[in-house]
């Protein structure tokens, strides 16, 4: 008997409306977990290099884990895993909220989605049962108005809907899906994926219960947290005051608030737009996911000069900072309309305030005009301008046709000197973290294989602040308790960097969300350990844990490898190597030299080529012998 997971995968073509259950082995979750590592697994296998991400022949992967839905702080989270219309790689989007746990208890692990459906759908599934229905009706529609419909419809008030808006629709490369209007599967396009399937939305309702090996154990480790966390952690406690959103202000204290498109980390208008200021004037509460006390969402409510709906939510820290200060927008009210104009319409917030701030700059420099915006005055600050590129971007109007097609392509088309401003990392728009400022964010954004993200390794924040003893312990098992300088890239930070990038990668694979794991959140390694072993049965342990996250990274990367992706794509913008302009950080920035020889020493720890490919070794030790063939085939290792 299976413990944690149901052993089931849904597999769903759309072409044809073929419905397979597939059932999997204790062999095959014991070897890819869940969540990203399972995704890679059916890309790897089922597609080719080349795919167009937006063709039929892409594969959009809904995965849970063998432990996510169990009763337990932070396992709310489940993943989706596609090839990005964005990047061309792959990619991978985490979401917190009902969806995963809901997917559980209606008997499923995974959905595995390819094909494209003649006229616009959506999928019911509900204990054990799936259906493919009709979404002409409810296309064109908003995510809120799209859940609203489905569940009337279908007369259950608690079906959970992951969806997508018009973004999606319109193919906007960093079109997301939203789950329960405001737990968001932001970065990368996955709902530009399932637009372009004509896949308005999924439908998740179950009953079942999840089976695990000891509840006993299990129920007793979260009662803890949820008892203690208050008293014993400053960061959990710190989330359930303000969320996110508690970071603004330090991070403008210390000159690394993202702002005007980077060129600054000092915000003058910081305050207006805080954590404390949301709560002071436009919170009605803090936001759950399923089984966490945390409650760090944000719930807002405006009613003038905007209305903002709460049901959808509020911003989070990355949406205050890219759709505030890196526009230059001081205006809390706007952040949260824009906020929840993005979720309705099922925009990334990150890439699309990203965007909107590199078409400022450009519009400040005139490499753009008012010609090409269509009179919007388009300065920093202009906080009426962004939101009417948020509108334009989700409808393809105008301007906002160029900038749905992120940064990297929009400055092509620009030209003019535009691809300077443009900041991405193979083509992901650099979220709300500073590259110069933190050694693991420029190393996390350059040799991460989706792109520029920051959350693949713990912030260096956590080892230089006031908490190094809370965070060190939390840490202790990894043999991590050296302090580093926080902006260093030398050789001991690569070390540090590539442990806690498996680490990270191992909460993606296991779909759990970091707020609540080390080194800065609650739980201990050890107490994760415990709840693995108690809910799967299986005689775990840290170590084979850390090989799960391990094999994720190396099934990216080979990913990539096949596509093409070289050791090039591994760099940063131009951008993160010129001074910070002004504030406490000022002139602060990455060496090019130190930088390479960072690549190169973590090829090395990893195993890979000098060109940055996997090594037959490195896979076979991953016990990926299969991906090893896959490479050769493709010609990726030379005699
Ligand atoms: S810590 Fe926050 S985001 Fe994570 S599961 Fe809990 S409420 Fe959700």
Redesign the pocket.
């Known amino acids: 008997m299976a413990f944690g997971y149901n052993g089931r995968i849904l597999r769903i073509d759309l072409s044809t409306k073929e419905i397979i259950v597939e059932e999997q082995d204790e062999y095959f979750y014991r070897i890819y977990g869940g969540g990203a590592c399972l995704g890679a697994y059916y890309l790897l296998k089922e597609m080719s290099p080349g795919t167009d991400p937006l063709s039929p022949d892409n594969i959009i992967v809904f995965a849970g884990s063998v432990v996510n839905g169990v009763p337990v ?5 489940s993943a989706i895993v596609f090839k990005s219309p964005l990047t061309g790689a792959i990619a991978d989007s985490q979401a ?2 009902y969806f995963g746990p809901e997917l559980k208890f209606a008997g499923f692990d995974a959905i595995v989605i390819k094909g494209k459906s003649k006229k616009p759908v959506y999928l019911w599934i509900h204990d054990g049962e799936i259906e493919i229905k009709n979404a002409s009706h409810i296309w064109g529609k908003t995510t809120g108005k799209a859940q609203d419909a489905i569940r009337k419809e279908l007369g259950d008030e608690r079906i959970i809907v992951a969806g997508i808006g018009q973004a999606g629709e319109n193919l906007v490369r960093y079109g997301c899906v939203v789950n329960n209007l405001k737990h968001v599967y932001g970065r990368l396009g996955g709902g530009a994926v399932m637009g372009s399937k004509n896949l308005k939305a999924i439908g998740v309702r179950g009953h079942k219960k999840i089976d695990m090996k000891d509840k006993e154990t299990v129920l007793s480790i979260a009662k803890h947290f949820s008892s203690n966390f208050m008293k014993e952690s400053p960061t ?1 406690s710190g ?1 359930n005051y303000l969320g996110t959103a508690k970071d603004v202000i330090s991070l403008n204290e210390d000159g690394q608030l993202p702002t005007r498109n980077f060129k600054t980390g000092y915000f003058q208008g910081a305050e207006n737009i805080t954590g404390q200021k949301m709560k002071d004037t436009v919170l009605i509460k803090g ?4 089984a ?6 944000r719930v807002v409510r405006v009613d003038e000069p905007y209305k903002v709906d709460p049901a959808y939510g509020g911003p989070e820290y990355e949406t205050l900072a890219m759709l505030g200060s890196d526009c230059g927008v001081d205006d809390l009210v706007v952040i949260c309309k824009a906020n929840e104009l993005c979720n309705k319409y099922g925009l990334d917030t990150i890439s699309t305030g990203a965007s909107i701030a590199f078409a400022m700059e450009c519009y400040e420099r005139g490499i753009i005009t008012k010609e090409d915006t269509t009179e919007i005055e388009l300065q920093f600050g202009n906080a009426n301008a962004m939101i009417e590129m948020i509108e334009m971007i989700s409808k393809r109007e105008g301007i906002g046709d160029i900038l749905a097609e992120g940064v990297k392509r929009a400055a092509e088309k620009f030209g003019r000197g535009a691809e300077k401003f443009a900041l991405h990392v193979k083509g992901e728009e650099i979220p709300a973290h500073d590259a110069r400022v933190k050694g693991h964010v420029a190393l996390g954004y350059t040799l991460s294989s989706i792109g520029a993200d920051h959350i693949r390794a713990a912030h260096d924040g956590a080892f230089t602040s006031g908490w190094i003893p809370y965070f060190s312990k939390r840490v202790e098992p990894l043999g991590i308790i050296e302090p580093l300088e926080t902006s260093s890239i030398d050789h001991k930070k690569v070390r540090r960097f590539m442990y806690f990038q498996n680490v990270f990668s191992m909460y993606d694979t296991l779909n759990l ?4 794991f080390p080194p800065a ?1 609650y739980f201990t390694l050890r107490e994760l350990v415990d709840l693995v072993r108690a809910i799967t049965g299986w005689e775990t342990s840290l170590w084979e844990l850390l090989k799960l996250g391990e094999r994720r990274v190396d099934m990216f990367r080979a990913f990539n490898v096949r596509e093409g992706f070289t050791r090039e794509d591994d760099w940063l913008p131009e951008r993160m190597f010129e001074g910070i302009l002004t504030g406490p950080r000022k002139g602060q920035k990455v060496d090019k030299n130190k930088l390479k020889d960072a690549i190169n020493f973590y090829y090395e720890m990893r195993g890979w080529s000098k060109d940055g490919v996997p090594t037959r070794g490195k896979l076979a030790e991953l016990n990926l012998f299969w991906v090893a063939k896959e490479l050769k085939k493709y010609g990726k290792y030379q005699k």
């Open positions: 702080p932070g396992f709310a989270r917190a909220g959990d989330l936001g759950a996911c399923y966490c006390p945390v409650r760090c969402k969300c970091l707020f609540a959140f």
